[in-house]
């Protein structure tokens, strides 16, 4: 059969896709996978091929904002905080209290995505060349980065099978089940839906109708382990999470076991390309772990290290390093709470002290590991200090629990079907699903 996918126009979201893509293509599948031209070098260089649609996304740019003055930034018009990222109170998909689930509520979040970020990543000339390529080529499954909203209309008008397969924890998917039973309680007439009102309108320009599928696809591959995974009902295929870390080679330093302790310092890739920096304090970061008795790997740019005055000595820069490699030679790992970073973590049993940027689910997926007893989090990461940052990596490190946690974990993911394991039943659930 043929699979195309679509993914978002971040390194970081095709990584999630590549395994399973290279799964499909060893079992004999034609593979390919549309995104803005901006990912089309990182796809040549996954081994898959690239179809490049609509114009450059320069996802950058999201972060070349001028900061907002105190007035601007308590005003609901602003998205952008004075930091230069978003001030996701406006987005928050994570809201789970049921007393905050209102209509008006979720309405309001679902609106801010669609209009501020859907819309752009899945602008009309995306949708109409994504189209254009699948009436052309006819795949017989479309799997999809869940904020492309372009890959269901594009599935929807040439009769393929779709499935999202996702980054991180389905918030959206939690929120809409919400939605949905808020808007049937209401009166037929103020049954207003911002994802009906957008998918709709584009789904008619080629001769099909609004489908809810269009917001949460006909099934969704999860990497998330089961025990982790928010309830929502809905169709999810589990998958073991295989870490990808793009082309990249293994250091001559990590041939030799740590002598001490070694810990592992990142805070990933997905802020420099999405928000053009950091929001924790790295000097406060590595303050807090100079006076122990380990050894540090802190994957830091020129920028990050530009201004630090120095390094502690028990600190080795890298401005980037596989993970996949790097980690099973870890007793800890302290991020920010990537997606990636924290599935590749969870996959190497490793515990984690997470200091989450306050971006899409990174708090939620901290609160989530927590829960789990694989790790602490920062409660409030404009307060962390040295000491803080130092006490919670202490517990992390010498308390058996967290490491015996994680383990458990990565045993759970290790009974997940991998990526190749999973061909069968995406090969079943396409028969079913093609119109």
Known sequence: ??????????????????????????????????????????IVRSGLTPVPIGEPMDIGQWADV?????????????????????????????????????????????????????????SPQLMDDLVCFARQWRPDLVIWDPLTFAAPVAALAVGAAHARMMFGFDVIGRMRQSYRTAVEERPAVLRDDPFEEWLGTALARYGVAFDEQAVLGQ????????????EVDHLYLPMRYTPYNGRSTVPRWLWTPPERRRVCLTLGRSFRELMGGDRADVGELLRGVADLDIEVVATLNTDQLSSLPSLPGNVRAVDFVPLDALLPSCSAIIHHSGSGTTQTALAHGVPQVI??????????????????????????????TADSLRALLLRVLDEPSFAENAAALRREMLATPAPRNIVPALERLTRLGRR
């Open 219 to 230: 099934w969704t591959v999860d990497t998330v382990p089961s025990s982790m995974r928010l």
């Open 355 to 384: 200091v989450p940027a306050n971006m899409m689910d990174n708090v939620l997926k901290a609160q989530q590991v927590e829960a789990a007893g694989a790790g602490l989090h920062v409660k409030d990461t404009a307060a962390l």
């Open 1 to 42: 059969m043929r699979v195309l996918f679509v993914t978002l126009a971040a390194s970081t979201h095709l990584h999630a896709q590549v395994p399973l893509a290279w799964a499909l293509r060893a079992a004999g599948h034609d593979v390919c996978v549309a995104s803005h031209p901006d990912v089309a070098d990182d």
């Open 66 to 122: 001028s900061p907002l003055t105190e007035e601007e930034f308590h005003d609901e018009a602003n998205i952008w905080d004075a930091r230069g990222g978003v001030n996701w109170e406006l987005f928050d998909l994570c809201e789970m209290r049921p007393e905050k689930l209102t209509y008006s509520h979720m309405h309001a979040v679902f609106s801010a995505w669609i209009g501020a970020s859907f819309q752009e990543i899945s």
